[in-house]
Nanobody
Framework: QVQLVESGGGLVQAGGSLRLSCAASGRTFSNYAVGWFRQAPGKEREFVAA????????YYADSLKARFTISRDNAKNTVYLQMDSLKPEDTALYYC?????????????????WGQGTQVTVSS
């Protein structure tokens, strides 16, 4: 398994932006799909976006694709989630996850490595 460390969360006002980072250690992302999920208190874990590392193909939750952008830095073995026009309902713990490229990128059970999460809080 690959170890994942997220960073970049914080408190931001509505309409603001944040960029989350997910860095891998122990091995590279080269044969993985890397996804972002979020979980708000009392709610199910929700798919946000994913990238298939070998091809660069991108996948988004339909409701978020207009405001969120997933990208990668091959040299740094890092995946980013740029979040713009943030809303209070985006408040959640955001997780980075890695899994086999053949899995269903939209479901959490397809990923077998998870980071510890980074908190994003959007104030109104």
């Amino acid at each position: 398994q690959v170890q994942l460390v997220e960073s970049g969360g914080g408190l931001v006002q509505a309409g603001g932006s944040l960029r989350l980072s997910c860095a891998a250690s122990g091995r590279t992302f080269s044969n993985y799909a890397v996804g972002w999920f979020r979980q708000a208190p009392g709610k199910e874990r929700e798919f946000v976006a994913a990238i298939r590392w070998s091809t660069g193909w991108l996948y988004y939750a339909d409701s978020l694709k207009a405001r969120f952008t997933i990208s990668r830095d091959n040299a740094k073995n890092t995946v980013y989630l740029q979040m713009d026009s943030l809303k209070p309902e985006d408040t959640a713990l955001y997780y980075c996850a890695a899994g086999d490229q053949s899995g269903n990128y939209y479901t959490a059970r397809s990923y077998d490595s998870w980071g510890q999460g980074t908190q994003v809080t959007v104030s109104s």
